[in-house]
């Protein structure tokens, strides 16, 4: 039964060729790659138990600093969530932004790339509303990395969301608080061909896999089951 969950879960949308902004294509295969390289990443890794336990992951390549603006950062990415209410295989992709002047980039440099792991239902229900502020709306903490730490039961692990980021090769959880986490709506509406809100795409999850978002939700899939 399950097999059959997950490739109906990984149809394609068919769309005419070229129909698909080539950035929103760009953007799910890097982040396909960034959680994969991040998971892979020798003792020092999101723990693979996080990801199994996690309701939804997100990823946000290369989040860079704002041009204009005080302090402020930004960038976009995709996220996925389990069907049948976290018990299911991860479903349809939702594109998303974030953009915040309070968290900074800790590890240095000019971008970093960001993987979100949502960790309660809750946390899923924030994923379909306008715009969620993490630390605010919904508890958010830099999550434990290496292969051990998923043993942890202190408060860190008690948070809604577990936030990692890597920038010029280094490696380490991040405080995302003040940052504001929202659907990219232009970007839905081109992956899915129309109009489409987050929260049909989550609330259902069934609605099929655009052909660009494919290797995303495979990757999801394939780490989260430990593979």
């Not at 996080?50 to 402020?72: D, H, M, Q, S, T």
Request: proline fraction near 4%; aromatic fraction near 4%; charge should be positive.
């Amino acid at each position: 039964m399950r097999s059959l969950i997950v490739a109906g879960a990984l149809l394609a949308i068919s769309l005419p060729a070229g129909a698909i902004d080539e950035k929103i294509a760009d953007r799910l295969w890097e982040s396909a790659k960034v959680l994969d390289e991040l998971v892979k990443a020798p003792d020092a890794g999101i723990p693979k138990e996080l990801l199994k336990r996690a309701e939804c992951v997100a990823v946000i390549p290369a989040l860079k600093k704002a041009a204009i603006g005080f302090g402020g950062q930004y960038g976009r990415g995709a996220a996925t969530c389990k069907m049948d209410q976290g018990k299911g295989a991860f479903g349809s992709p939702v594109m998303i932004a974030i953009r915040g002047g309070s968290f900074g980039l800790q590890l240095g440099g000019q971008s970093a790339d960001i993987v979100m792991l949502f960790m309660t239902p809750d946390s899923m229900k924030h994923l379909m509303r306008d715009k969620v502020t993490l630390g605010g709306d919904a508890s958010a903490a830099a999550g434990p990395k290496g292969r051990a730490a998923s043993a942890e039961t202190n408060a860190t692990l008690r948070a809604e969301i577990l936030t990692y980021a890597r920038s010029r090769g280094l490696f380490a959880g991040i405080s995302l608080k003040g940052a504001v986490l929202s659907p990219d709506k232009d970007a839905n509406k081109d992956l899915y061909g129309r109009e489409i809100e987050a929260k049909e795409v989550l609330e259902k999850g069934n609605l099929g896999v655009p052909e660009p978002g494919r290797k995303f939700v495979e990757t999801v899939s394939r780490t989260a089951s430990g593979n």
